[in-house]
């Protein structure tokens, strides 16, 4: 399939090891943010997501961060396996269902 | 398969061609948008609708572009006198809106080559 993200940063990892997953984002006044897991060929994929109240969420696996006061959301997951390979993208938003701002996104690459 | 639905996944044309594409939501989700999406970036935001209403457009969304959900259900994106600049991924996102943020949930994209 078509490539997703040809010239993004790579964060390379090992099978078995924790990823982390930086973004930085624009809007103080966002108040809504999500992660999203994007393969080759298909659109994102929700993974999890955190509201401005609050500073840390955890799902299967995946934590997100929030620092408000540096504007800086982090992913981390847990025990990476060759199926988190894809390109990971946050999006900030502000007030319930308006548009999505992404942000540049990052490569995942779990080496066996 | 109870997702976003996009038809069609792929389709070439030639400059200055009208294209349409449609895009199917989760089916109790009451909002609906369109993104584009090139290589090596994330999704840009064209234009979204709560239930038939067009609330949002974004100045990506040039007069050749026109989005449509005249039932508040589906929803079309038609390009018209398609430039080569037009080539992207063509993403439609549904979420569920209420006084709480909800997650949008993407269908897999059309994506458009101009020949």
């Known amino acids: 399939g078509e490539s997703v993200g040809l010239h993004l940063p790579t964060l390379s990892v090992q099978e078995g090891d924790n990823s982390i997953i930086n973004c930085a984002y624009s809007n103080s006044a966002s108040d809504y943010f999500i992660w999203y897991k994007q393969e080759s060929g298909k659109g994102p994929q929700f993974i999890i997501d955190i509201r401005s109240n609050m500073d840390k969420r955890q799902g299967q696996r995946v934590t997100v961060l929030l620092n408000k006061t540096v504007k800086h959301l982090s992913l981390q997951i847990a025990a990476t396996q060759p199926g988190d390979s894809a390109v990971y993208f946050c999006?900030?938003?502000?007030?319930?269902?308006?548009?999505?701002?992404f942000g540049g996104g990052t490569r995942v690459l779990v080496k066996p | 398969d109870t997702g976003v639905s996009q038809n069609p996944r792929h389709k070439i044309t030639k400059r200055g061609q009208n294209v349409t594409f449609r895009c199917d939501p989760i089916s109790e989700h009451n909002r609906l948008y369109w993104y584009r999406q090139t290589l090596g970036q994330g999704p840009e935001f064209l234009t979204y609708f709560q239930n038939e209403a067009q609330l949002e457009k974004s100045r990506l969304l040039s007069d050749r572009f026109s989005a449509e959900r005249p039932k508040g259900s589906f929803s079309t994106l038609e390009i018209q006198r398609t430039e080569q600049g037009d080539s992207a991924m063509y993403l439609c996102a549904s979420s569920l809106g209420t006084s709480s943020n909800q997650p949008q949930h993407f269908g897999d994209g059309t994506r458009l080559s101009i020949l």
């Open positions: 999006a900030e938003t502000r007030a319930a269902g308006n548009k999505l701002t």
